[in-house]
């Protein structure tokens, strides 16, 4: 059971290259995200998707494309990459159940550190 | 905009002693408080969470207080040791279940 997964650990890459960061979870959790860590700031939320098929934007969205094609993965998309864009990088999973269901623990991955120059 | 706010921003405290973390919201639909312990290099992981309906949860070493009406929760680590140094980081959600507000975390140094 390896929990959440991040590939790659390191990125660097020059203004206007695109990638992608890559997100699996063996936990079948239906909920998932995508999270930047900037010193002083947190974590904010970019994206997340309740479900397969389903995503919607969280608190900084600009400039980051996801997709949500299977329960596992969710591959967070830069499509032209900025300076402003430098920071870690971090994955969430958790079940959800709708209101019925009460919070639960949001397991993280452990990160892409992400460099644009 | 900054929904919640976490203080202090760095915490240095002597082996033994007591470190105290502060978190504000302002979002009334918050219902659930977790704390998140982030180590170098390492992803958040879950320390200890409380829901509003009770003032005061304690784990080990760990204890959230909570003021629902002054919408303040703390963390306070009694007995503070070399491994607790760490990033804490408060967050909040709603009954939405899963979308995290984080505070701007805290980072704490324990002295041996």
């Known amino acids: 059971n390896a929990g959440v997964t991040q590939t790659p650990k390191f990125q660097v890459l ?6 992608t960061l890559q997100c699996a979870q063996d936990m079948n959790h239906e909920y998932m995200s995508w999270y930047r860590q900037d010193p002083g700031m947190g974590l904010r939320l970019i994206h997340y998707s309740v479900g397969a ?7 900084v969205p600009n400039g980051y494309n996801v997709s949500r094609s299977t329960t596992e993965d969710f591959p967070l998309r830069l499509l032209s990459a900025a300076p402003s864009q430098t920071s870690v990088y971090f994955c969430a999973s958790s079940q959800t159940g709708g209101a019925a269901v009460l919070w639960t623990e949001a ?7 992400l460099t644009v120059v | 905009q900054q929904q919640v706010k976490q203080s ?5 405290v002597q082996k033994g002693g007591i470190s105290i973390i502060n978190c504000a919201y302002e979002n009334t639909a918050f219902d659930y408080f977790p704390w998140y312990q982030q180590f ?3 992803g958040p992981a879950l320390l200890i969470a409380i829901r509003p309906d009770v003032s005061e949860k304690k784990e080990g070493r760990f204890t959230i207080s909570f003021n629902k009406s002054a919408k303040q929760f703390s963390l306070h680590i009694m007995d503070s ?3 607790d140094s760490a990033t ?3 967050a909040a959600t709603g009954t ?3 979308r995290l507000t984080f505070g701007e975390g805290t980072q704490l140094t324990v002295n041996p």
Not at chain 1, 107 to 113: D, L, N
Not at chain 2, 8 to 12: K, V
């Open chain 2, 88 to 90: 804490y980081f408060c």
């Open chain 1, 53 to 59: 098929g389903i995503t919607d934007q969280g608190e």
């Open chain 2, 96 to 98: 939405s279940g899963s």
């Open chain 2, 8 to 12: 202090p921003q760095s915490l240095i």
């Open chain 1, 14 to 19: 020059k203004t206007g290259q695109s990638m």
């Open chain 1, 107 to 113: 397991f993280f991955g452990q990160g892409t550190r």
């Open chain 2, 81 to 83: 040791q070399p491994g």
């Open chain 2, 40 to 42: 170098p290099g390492k």
